[in-house]
């Protein structure tokens, strides 16, 4: 990765106002959801990141304000040095269109993001004529069946006449790639883009959006639920994965030490609940959660907000969040966490209630076992 980066996000917050019914419309009651809250993460050139983490955990949230589809609350994104939002609404030394050219996205439901009345060539044109106002018809013709072929569509030009509903989920999300491709961007959102695709064609796919980022050197954002898929796409293109949890990044580093070696408690859950993941000898036989559920957004726990359901937690993780910092073999592995770090007031500190004798209460990681002072 160059030392300067391609996108650069700094203390992010992306908050929702939600009304409190009838009551809290009266009193003005408004609870806030918080998104994403206080992200700071770089991309580089030709560069990926596999963002994962459970459903409603902040992911498609933060991914839309990396791309500058989502105003951020606080904070700012930075393309090669220039604040996309400052860009959008004055002066600025990059300018807007240029830079809303280079992030673009791939949905996660091709189907709906095509328009069911216009031809596959008809879908992908309108972006070229906007943004690439030189080329006649027939070069756009020429360049989307190109790109047409390159994703395997072929014969290209039977696929260019052909409607959204006479392709398969495959081709449709391939369509999109294209459409995404012909810009040239510096850097791709792909929102669950294979989450849709049967599993024979999840892999198939994945290499797809591999050959074309290593073809023409773009940087992938990959937003996914599923571990597996995160690895995959990350350890190929030897990328980094970033667990999100309730709007904060609490683990990121590359694939093979995400798995193998994790550091945070939440990532540990992942883990487990992706059968065959990790090489490690001796597999959790129960889910290394406390609780189940997710903590309500809009009131997120004091602390560190995966306090309340980690079985390692103590009393100083319900009075401050830790920040990332580096941990591991690598200083590429960086993870939000008391517990792996060995901190001092952590160990200090009381187990919660209930953890007393249990994995929380200290024992194999605690330094003081160890003789350390």
């Known amino acids: 990765m160059n030392s300067e980066p391609l996108l650069e996000v700094e203390d992010l917050d992306v908050h ?57 609350t606080n904070g700012s994104v930075r393309y090669r040095g220039q604040d996309i939002w400052e860009a959008r609404t004055g002066e600025s030394e990059i300018p807007y269109s240029k830079i809303r050219r280079s992030l673009q996205m791939i949905h996660q439901d091709a189907g709906n993001s095509l328009d069911p009345n216009r031809t596959v ?99 992938f954002v990959f937003i996914s639920h599923n571990m597996s898929n995160a690895r995959y796409l990350a350890g190929k ?14 683990e990121i580093g590359p694939p093979d030490e995400i798995i193998n070696n994790p550091q945070h408690p939440y990532t540990k859950s992942l883990i487990w609940a992706t059968s065959g993941l990790s090489e490690i000898d001796e597999p959790i036989e129960s889910p290394p959660l406390r609780e189940i559920d997710v903590p309500d957004p809009e009131d997120p726990p004091s602390g560190c907000r995966f306090h309340t359901r980690c079985p390692e937690a103590r009393e100083a993780c319900t009075e401050e969040s830790p920040e990332l910092t580096p941990v591991g073999e690598t200083p590429r592995h ?40």
Not at 237 to 250: E, K, P
């Open 121 to 219: 060539f008809e879908n992908l044109s309108p972006a070229l004529k906007k943004w690439r106002p030189e080329l006649n018809l027939v070069e756009r013709r020429e360049l989307v069946q190109t790109m047409l072929e390159t994703v395997g569509l072929t014969p290209a030009s039977d696929y260019a006449s052909r409607y959204p509903h006479q392709l398969s989920g495959g081709e449709a999300q391939r369509t999109v790639v294209v459409r995404a491709m012909l810009l040239e961007p510096d850097l791709i959102l792909a929102d669950e883009a294979v989450s849709a695709l049967d599993v024979s064609l999840r892999v198939n796919m994945m290499n797809l959006l591999l050959d074309l980022q290593d073809m023409f050197s773009t940087s």
């Open 237 to 250: 293109a030897d990328g980094r994965i970033a667990v999100m949890y309730l709007g904060r990044i609490v």
């Open 334 to 373: 960086e993870a939000a966490c008391y517990y792996a770090r060995d901190d001092r007031e952590y160990w200090n500190s009381d187990p919660l209630p209930g953890l007393e004798g249990e994995s929380g209460g200290g024992s194999e990681r605690d330094p003081r076992s160890a003789g350390a002072d």
């Open 16 to 72: 929702f106002g939600t009304e409190q019914g009838l009551l809290g419309r009266f009193f003005g009651d408004d609870s806030v959801v918080r998104a994403v809250d206080d992200v700071s993460l770089e991309i580089g050139e030709d560069d990926v990141v596999a963002l994962v983490g459970e459903s409603g955990c902040g992911k498609t949230t933060l991914g839309k304000a990396m791309i500058g589809l989502q105003e951020p």
